[in-house]
């Protein structure tokens, strides 16, 4: 089922065309499995709606899409504009060179905390300063420790400096450290 912004409510195709709000470039799609996605091509005008009990807006050249695990998007919070993923497989953030903390990621700048094949890896993609991430939403622990490694994943001897709070574990990046592996760890050797 395809919507289409008028300015004020999502309408049907039909109604679109014949009132021309198709023009606006605000697309609403509805597919069988239950993916929603919304997309703001327009140009000059943000798109406030809801999506699963969630108030967004997304600025011009913008999208949201919320499917049975997973939700993403590139949209406005608290007036930054940020990209976001959050699913079982992956977290991913971008705050375009602002701090954002939102309820499971947060960084200034892109880092991804990947769950792949029983590992966890935080890979910071452009950012240099601090990742901060919900343990529970990769399965992990509130103890862990975290291991740094090259790009090929060879250990390496530098410690890593992070710090354990409130079920967040938040690691300062070092640039000598490619990607980190984090590990549960019921003894906690920190």
């Known amino acids: 089922k395809i919507s289409y912004n008028d300015g004020n409510k999502w309408i049907n195709t039909s109604d679109a065309i014949r009132n021309d709000s198709y023009k606006r470039g605000q ?5 069988k499995s239950g993916l929603v ?3 703001n091509l327009n140009e000059t005008e943000n798109l406030s709606f809801e ?7 997304l600025p011009p050249n913008s999208y949201a899409a919320q499917g049975e695990n997973f939700f993403e998007m590139s949209a406005m919070v608290n007036g930054q504009r940020i990209d976001l993923v959050n699913s079982p497989e992956y977290l991913y ?7 954002i903390k939102t309820d499971k990621i947060s960084a200034a700048n892109s880092a ?3 769950n792949d094949k029983g590992s966890v890896w935080l890979i910071p993609i452009d950012e240099k300063e601090k990742v901060a991430f919900r343990l529970s939403e990769m399965g992990l622990n509130q103890k862990v420790n975290v291991i740094g490694c090259d790009q090929n994943g060879k250990i390496l001897a530098d410690k890593v400096d992070y710090n ?3 079920g967040w574990l938040t690691v300062n990046l070092s640039d000598r450290v490619f990607k980190y592996k984090i590990v549960n760890d019921t003894i906690n050797i920190k």
């Open 27 to 31: 697309i609403k799609t509805l597919y």
């Open 37 to 39: 996605t919304v997309i």
């Open 51 to 57: 999506m699963e009990g969630r108030k967004l807006l």
């Open 93 to 99: 953030v971008d705050g375009r060179g602002k701090f």
């Open 112 to 114: 991804v905390v990947l």
């Open 164 to 166: 354990l709070s409130d």
